[in-house]
T-cell receptor, first 111, second 113 residues
Framework: DAKTTQPTSMDCAEGRAANLPCNHS???????VYWYRQIHSQGPQYIIH???NNETNEMASLIITEDRKSSTLILPHATLRDTAVYYC????????????FGTGTRLTIIP | DTEVTQTPKHLVMGMTNKKSLKCEQH?????MYWYKQKAKKPPELMFV???????INESVPSRFSPECPNSSLLNLHLHALQPEDSALYLC????????????FGSGTQLSVL
């Protein structure tokens, strides 16, 4: 699986959009971008994933650049409950059972 | 039911003890996983079971012994652990299909004295 690079930490004001970047310059054509988050004292939680096109669900939006070398997770209206470590992971979606976590971004929502 | 349930939530054991961690899911998932997470570090994969067969062992020491009695249950048997094995042990499950989303439990916080 390709490696990812994320900022160690970020702050965001409550109610604003939180934009979390991820670099994955060595991503392969069949690798998806996945985002998980881990709130303190809980297990990781799946947020969203995508291959080429931008994706949106009830939790977040995922913007993938045209060359697929980077992506941004957007939490449109951050709340205090979004304070967590956010992990960007690239992997083949099917046939590869390994989900390998990088160091992630610690996002703190400021009241 | 979209939960992965892990028991116990906390466990303290001595180095000579034998204990087991339990994980259960009723979502019809056919893949189950054990991860280990040290404080302030990302989770690290230990084992993967696919259709009740061990498919991945990430060179985990034999003092950790996984078991998958059926498609809903996953155990991790612990014996002769070391203090450095103290960590949060996370169980996860997933469908074996194209959208390989993992669902995680809240973990067992293990302390080895």
């Amino acid at each position: 699986d390709a490696k990812t690079t994320q900022p160690t930490s970020m702050d965001c004001a409550e109610g604003r959009a939180a934009n979390l970047p991820c670099n994955h310059s060595t991503i392969s054509g069949n690798e998806y971008v996945y985002w998980y988050r881990q709130i303190h004292s809980q297990g990781p939680q799946y947020i969203i994933h995508g291959l080429k096109n931008n994706e949106t669900n009830e939790m977040a939006s995922l913007i993938i650049t045209e060359d697929r070398k980077s992506s941004t997770l957007i939490l449109p209206h951050a709340t205090l409950r979004d304070t967590a470590v956010y992990y960007c992971i690239v992997r083949v979606s099917f046939g590869n059972e390994k989900l390998t976590f990088g160091t992630g971004t610690r996002l703190t929502i400021i009241p | 039911d979209t939960e992965v349930t892990q028991t116990p939530k906390h466990l303290v054991m001595g180095m000579t003890n034998k204990k087991s961690l339990k994980c259960e899911q009723h979502m019809g998932h056919r893949a189950m996983y054990w991860y280990k997470q040290k404080a302030k570090k990302p989770p690290e994969l230990m084992f993967v079971y696919s259709y009740e067969k061990l498919s991945i062992n990430e060179s985990v020491p034999s003092r950790f012994s996984p078991e998958c009695p059926n498609s809903s249950l996953l155990n991790l048997h612990l014996h002769a652990l070391q203090p450095e094995d103290s960590a949060l042990y996370l169980c996860a499950s997933s469908y074996r299909d194209r959208d390989e989303k993992l669902f995680f439990g809240s973990g067992t916080q293990l302390s080895v004295l």
